[in-house]
């Protein structure tokens, strides 16, 4: 079944406290992105990847990295979460040079709260 | 860079009425314009989607129009049934920039029985 799956699905730490969120995909999609989803603030990108070694930032990088050392994965990493970084997150991920389609595939999400 | 303004945030309707939801952007350079259903508690889905090349685009209730030169796009629901509530959030991308994609803030949908 062509899927992205999220790791982990809830998540509660304390500030400070380095963390990942794993994202992997299985339809060989060439391009993928985090997002998060805040209320009345709709979906904002975080950081995209184009492909392999080619990430480049969104609109709200600060606080996060991210890596794309395998084409299937693209995890996210909060070095020394905050409060402010309490929200939902989506992984996602788009287009392969047969289908042309920029059509983006999400993760079932994933919860987060930073006390 | 690019921003998209979404209206209105909230829309109710009688089941069988249309829906219009409006965006508009601001980078010229935009050529991929995406509409996006999300359920409550649910990932967001694609629902239809429309390149700069195309003024129109129409799959059964569900209709796209585009504007370029006043630079807005307009999502149409026809007929619309209790089960097409949920929140709708447009987004515009510069296909040359790969996977960057920005959405507007969403419009929260309810259909009334």
């Known amino acids: 079944e062509a899927q992205v799956t999220q790791n982990p699905r809830y998540l509660i730490t304390v500030t400070g406290k380095k963390l990942t969120v794993t994202c992997s995909q299985n339809m060989n999609h060439e391009y993928m992105s985090w997002y998060r989803q805040d209320p009345g603030l709709g979906l904002r990108q975080i950081y995209y990847?184009?492909?392999?070694?080619?990430?480049d930032k969104g609109d709200v990088p600060e606080g996060y990295k991210v890596s794309r050392k395998e084409k299937r994965n693209f995890p996210l990493i909060l070095e020394s979460p905050s409060p402010n970084q309490t929200s939902l997150y989506f992984c996602?991920?788009?287009?392969?040079?047969?289908?042309?389609?920029?059509?983006?595939?999400f993760g079932p999400g994933t919860r987060l709260t930073v006390t | 860079g690019e921003n998209v303004e979404q209206h209105p945030s909230t829309l109710s309707v009688q089941e069988g009425d249309s829906a219009v939801i409006k965006c508009t952007y601001s980078d010229s350079a935009s050529n991929y314009f995406p509409w996006y259903k999300q359920e409550l508690g649910k990932r967001p889905q694609l629902i239809i989607d429309i390149r700069s090349n195309v003024g129109e685009k129409k799959d059964q209730r569900i209709a796209v129009t585009l504007n370029k030169t006043a630079k807005h796009f307009s999502l149409h629901i026809t007929e619309t049934q209790p089960e097409d509530s949920a929140v709708y959030f447009c987004a515009a991308s510069n296909g040359n920039q790969g996977g960057k994609l920005i959405f507007g803030q969403g419009t929260e949908l309810s259909v009334k029985p």
């Open positions: 996602a991920s788009s287009f392969t040079q047969t289908s042309g389609s920029y059509e983006q595939y």
């Open positions: 990847s184009m492909n392999v070694e080619v990430t």
